[in-house]
T-cell receptor
């Protein structure tokens, strides 16, 4: 039951360029979306989130875009830095419950110096 | 900056043994969660805990699993009789309240069942 999908298992980007990570979801009840970054043997670290009432949220180098009609969100990182190399997880939750997170399978981002 | 802590970082156990994984959530948080990640797979929800009781659990969270908040700071996950397939990273998370509050994760406990 893959309610949240990240179809690219890996992505390589040159340092200084834009990294775009994509995520699709199927559950129309999801109304809050988050991106987490994860290093090996560490817990997920929160990056940025977006509520379904918005279509864009920006925080420094990170911007998340939400297209509700397409059930698609993306994370843009500009400019990409070597420290951004990690696995990025998209997660979603629905209000009214306990807001458990449903995660995607992750995209491994490698920034090439 | 406050953070979620977990102990131990790595636990090795024999099949059939009981294990207790411990977490200290962020102090003013009210919602607590356990997730796990089997190697190479995605992070999966196990259970949520609020107001001293389980609020939701996944199908993974069967009778072998239990959670407890024995005092004002600790949040534990117990697996009564471990199986080989319980080998995974277990993550504790907490959040203050509300849909738009963020869940903050601990560093995880790697459980290896032999």
């Amino acid at each position: 039951d893959q309610q949240v999908k990240q179809n690219s298992p890996s992505l390589s980007v040159q340092e200084g360029r834009i990294s775009i990570l994509n995520c699709d979801y199927t559950n129309s009840m999801f109304d809050y979306f988050l991106w987490y970054k994860k290093y090996p043997a560490e817990g997920p670290t929160f990056l940025i989130s977006i509520s379904s009432i918005k279509d864009k949220n920006e925080d420094g180098r990170f911007t998340v875009f939400l297209n509700k009609s397409a059930k698609h969100l993306s994370l843009h990182i500009v400019p990409s830095q070597p420290g951004d190399s990690a696995v990025y997880f998209c997660a979603a939750s629905e209000s009214g419950g306990n807001e458990k997170l449903t995660f995607g399978t992750g995209t491994r981002l490698t920034i090439i110096p | 900056e406050p953070e979620v802590t977990q102990t131990p970082s790595h636990q090795v156990t024999q099949m059939g043994q009981e294990v207790i994984l411990r977490c200290v959530p962020i102090s003013n948080h009210l919602y607590f969660y356990w997730y796990r990640q089997i190697l190479g797979q995605k992070v999966e929800f196990l259970v949520s805990f609020y107001n001293n009781e389980i609020s939701e659990k996944s199908e993974i969270f069967d009778d072998q699993f239990s959670v407890e908040r024995p005092d004002g700071s600790n949040f534990t996950l117990k697996i009564r009789s471990t199986k080989l397939e319980d080998s995974a990273m277990y993550f504790c998370a907490s959040k203050r309240t509300g849909i738009t509050d963020t869940q903050y994760f601990g560093p995880g406990t790697r459980l290896t069942v032999l």
